[in-house]
């Protein structure tokens, strides 16, 4: 069941880039990735290495972002590391769990890089320095085209060796394009759209910058 909210005082802004279907590399598989997938609270297809939270929450929230979405950035930096501090990491009990979906942008020439180094930097413990590092340098990268770069300016020389191996196998494609054809169905109309799942199986969509306050209001309310 999916519902539709109305945020009070705030015209939600379905800003981003309208989603476009991308061609998939024929991929591979490799020996030293786990590509295994979970499922929490009915919602499947999860990769746990970009997730975060409890595996028995009120609350499952799902974000489909492009690492080369201005608007993704400015939800990123505004509103979902503030989620991530006071929900996640200090929040006792944890009561929600936090699923970091692809949804790449046919028309971003560097979008699906991106996505790749993340996830596999993501399956070495590494995935918040790593999504950080691309949201805040996007306008670098996006001008230069060097993902590979500004990855590795957040990790180690061992880190980035392990980073490079997992990308070049292109194990994670698989889990990427899941990503991709789970947005499609929802459907996923533009970047960034968050789903909130409840126990009772409704389904809440939010498209576009939403503000911390706004979004933690909602948030309360959906936990109660």
Same mark, same amino acid.
């Given at each position: 069941?999916? &519902?539709?909210? $109305?945020?009070? &005082?705030?015209?939600?802004r379905?800003? &981003?880039?309208?989603?476009?279907?991308q061609?998939? %590399?024929?991929?591979?598989?490799?020996?030293?990735?786990?590509?295994?997938?979970i499922t /929490? #609270?009915?919602?499947?297809d999860?990769?746990?290495?970009?997730?975060?939270g409890?595996?028995? %929450?009120v609350?499952?929230?799902?974000?489909y972002?492009d690492f080369?979405?201005?608007?993704? +950035?400015q939800?990123?930096?505004?509103?979902?590391?503030?989620?991530?501090? #006071?929900?996640?990491?200090?929040a006792? %009990?944890?009561?929600i769990?936090?699923?970091?979906r692809?949804?790449l942008?046919?028309?971003?020439?560097?979008? =699906? $890089?991106? $996505?790749?180094?993340? =996830?596999?930097?993501a399956?070495?413990? =590494?995935?918040?320095e790593?999504?950080?590092?691309?949201f805040? #340098?996007?306008? =670098?990268?996006?001008?230069?085209?060097?993902?590979?770069?500004?990855?590795a300016?957040?990790?180690?020389?061992?880190?980035?060796?392990?980073?490079?191996?997992?990308?070049?196998s292109?194990?994670?494609e698989?889990?990427i394009?899941?990503?991709q054809?789970?947005?499609?169905?929802? %459907? /996923?109309?533009a970047?960034?759209?968050? /789903?909130?799942?409840? +126990?009772?199986?409704?389904?809440y969509?939010?498209? &576009?910058?939403v503000?911390?306050?706004?979004?933690? #209001?909602?948030?309360? +309310?959906l936990?109660?």
């Amino acid at each position: 069941m999916v &519902g539709l909210i $109305a945020f009070s &005082g705030l015209a939600v802004r379905a800003k &981003g880039a309208e989603q476009a279907k991308q061609k998939t %590399p024929a991929a591979s598989t490799s020996r030293r990735a786990d590509v295994s997938t979970i499922t /929490v #609270n009915g919602i499947s297809d999860i990769d746990p290495a970009k997730a975060f939270g409890s595996k028995t %929450p009120v609350l499952v929230v799902e974000i489909y972002s492009d690492f080369q979405c201005p608007v993704c +950035r400015q939800l990123f930096a505004q509103t979902l590391k503030r989620v991530m501090e #006071n929900y996640v990491t200090s929040a006792t %009990p944890c009561k929600i769990y936090i699923v970091h979906r692809d949804f790449l942008i046919s028309y971003h020439a560097y979008s =699906r $890089a991106a $996505a790749e180094y993340a =996830r596999a930097a993501a399956h070495i413990g =590494r995935c918040q320095e790593v999504e950080s590092a691309l949201f805040q #340098n996007q306008e =670098r990268w996006e001008a230069t085209g060097d993902v590979k770069g500004t990855v590795a300016s957040a990790l180690s020389p061992a880190e980035m060796k392990k980073v490079q191996a997992l990308v070049d196998s292109r194990a994670f494609e698989p889990l990427i394009e899941r990503d991709q054809q789970l947005g499609l169905a929802l %459907p /996923v109309r533009a970047t960034p759209t968050m /789903v909130f799942h409840t +126990r009772e199986g409704k389904a809440y969509p939010v498209t &576009g910058m939403v503000s911390y306050e706004v979004l933690k #209001n909602f948030m309360d +309310r959906l936990l109660l």
